[in-house]
């Protein structure tokens, strides 16, 4: 009679090694997953960003003192003087050049109270665009925007790190106006990070 040995040991090795790699393949695609996942949070807000914006900008209209539309253009949220390292929420008050007035005479301290005499277009605009970039930076990694004007049409824009490769890379050129970021053609096999906008007539 024929004994046949060693054969049982192959096939657990051979299973063991299928197993194997239907476990990595596993792991890829729920890194995948979380990655879409993160991604498409990403896009919501950037989308929710720029429509909030967009309704401050119309919100802030002529029922007390008529808009200066230029008050809200922009080159870049995070290095302007109006927004960076700035807070109209925070104590104790913000360096100049914006001060406390700011946030007294835009932001209620209570649901009821009534600020109208003192919250003028100018102020609400800064107001607005103080609590956009905090915002955006609170959201969105290395997240930075910009607003510009062309035609009576105010266009926003909204950037970030969506690769999570430490510099913002984008594919479309950006319209002058616009400073957050230099316009680099992603190399082969890259991923370009993405740009939001919105376009407004007031």
């Not at 105010?154 to 106006?177: E, H, K, M, Q």
Request: glycine share 4%; hydrophobic share 40%.
């Amino acid at each position: 009679m024929k004994t046949h040995s060693g054969f049982t040991l192959i096939e657990v090795l051979i299973a063991m090694l299928i197993l194997a790699g239907g476990l990595l393949g596993l792991a890829a695609l729920q890194t995948y997953t979380l990655r879409s996942n993160l991604a498409a949070y990403n896009y919501g807000q950037a989308t929710q960003l720029l429509y909030d914006m967009s309704d401050r900008m119309r919100a802030n209209n002529c029922k007390v003192t008529c808009l200066n539309p230029v008050n809200y253009l922009i080159p870049d949220t995070f290095t302007d003087v109006r927004t960076k390292d700035k807070t109209v929420v925070s104590s104790p008050a913000p360096v100049s050049p914006i001060t406390l007035a700011t946030a007294a005479a835009c932001r209620p301290t209570t649901p009821t109270a009534t600020t109208a005499t003192t919250c003028n277009a100018t102020l609400l605009s800064t107001y607005d665009l103080i609590e956009w970039n905090t915002a955006i930076a609170a959201t969105l990694p290395l997240g930075r925007a910009c607003i510009t004007s062309a035609n009576g049409i105010f266009n926003l824009y909204i950037t970030w790190d969506d690769d999570r490769s430490g510099t913002v890379t984008t594919d479309v050129a950006l319209p002058t106006g616009c400073t957050f970021s230099t316009y680099v053609a992603p190399a082969s096999g890259t991923v370009a990070d993405p740009i939001f906008t919105v376009s407004l007539q007031l």
